[in-house]
């Protein structure tokens, strides 16, 4: 019976943890970190940084749809980040709800002067995009101002 207990307990406490990491943004964002870095700087030529440009889209409607549909639908380039140019295909991040979704990007964007990104936001760039590959979303990335 004890045992029994101890059992209940422990599945409870490991199903509260798995709760809190599947909706940390912090969380979600290692498993882009293996291929964009843990600081998000990437590696030239295969991984994009995900720093300035990523902040640039954020402030615009069409940039922030196409980072959430990025995530969605996943890209293949070619695509210009931070000047350079990029012709690899990053998969669709399946899996992840709009919420999580949200989470992440907002953790790559934090201190930006862009506005989070809300579930409700990334829903609505969600519905409808089934029919976009990774080749679609690429074309759809706005260009950056002085690049
Ligand atoms: C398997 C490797 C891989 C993983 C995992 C991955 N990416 Fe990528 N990502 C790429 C590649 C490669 C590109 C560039 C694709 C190209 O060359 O067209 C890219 C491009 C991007 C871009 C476009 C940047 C820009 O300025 O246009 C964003 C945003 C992005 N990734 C965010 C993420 C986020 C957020 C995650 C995690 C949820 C993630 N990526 C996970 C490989 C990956």
């Keep these: 019976m004890r ?10 406490l490991a199903t509260a ?3 809190m990491a599947a909706d940390d943004g912090a969380t979600i964002y290692k498993r882009c970190a293996a291929c964009h870095l843990a600081d998000g700087s990437g590696v030239p030529g295969a991984f994009p940084p995900l720093k300035a ?12 749809r196409y980072l959430a549909l990025v995530v969605i639908r996943g890209v293949s380039g070619p695509i210009t980040v931070g000047g350079k140019a990029y012709r690899g295909t990053m998969p669709a991040q399946a899996g992840l709800n709009d919420a999580q979704v949200a989470a992440v990007l ?12 809300t579930p409700r936001e990334i829903a609505g760039y969600r519905a409808g995009s089934a029919g976009l590959n990774s080749a679609a979303v690429a074309r759809l990335q706005p260009g950056i101002a002085g690049k």
């Excluded at 045992?3 to 409870?12: D, E, Q, S, Y």
């Excluded at 907002?106 to 990104?117: C, D, S």
Aim: cysteine-free.
């Design 17 to 19: 943890s798995q709760a």
């Design 53 to 64: 440009d990523v902040r640039s889209l954020a402030a615009t409607a069409a940039g922030r």
């Design 106 to 117: 907002n953790h790559v964007i934090r201190g930006a002067a862009a506005k989070p990104f």
């Design 3 to 12: 045992r029994l207990a101890i059992l209940v307990a422990l599945t409870g």
